[in-house]
């Protein structure tokens, strides 16, 4: 099962990355000034992340693929790593959406 971890970067700010049940890492978000930020980037990926239409596929200038999560709103609320193929691409998409949904949410800013 997944898990979004939540850490805190150098300058301060608030970050969390959604981690599959193998430990990989599957959508990191952007920073936040303050935990409640956070905590509500969290509930947005739980929500948005069921809605397909949602993943912005991506490719970049070094031809890798990448995706954004976006909210209703447009905002983007969390990044893929890089993917080698779109096929690796699609397949972490899957993985965001099969679980965000249920994902325990740990704490490492303590």
Known sequence: ????????????????NLKAGNGQ????????AARGGCDNGIE???KNS???S???????SNGKFYFNLKAGNGQIIGSS????????????I????ENAPEASIEDETN
Do not use: C, H, P, W
């Open 54 to 60: 949602n993943f912005d596929k991506k490719t970049a």
């Open 50 to 52: 069921q809605d397909e």
């Open 25 to 32: 890492v599957i959508l990191s978000s952007e920073g936040y």
């Open 1 to 16: 099962m997944g898990k979004f971890v939540i850490s805190k970067r150098t300058n301060g700010e608030f970050q969390f």
């Open 44 to 46: 947005s990926v739980k």
């Open 94 to 97: 899957d993985s965001v959406r």
């Open 81 to 92: 790593q890089m993917y080698e193929s779109e096929q690796g691409r699609d397949n972490g």
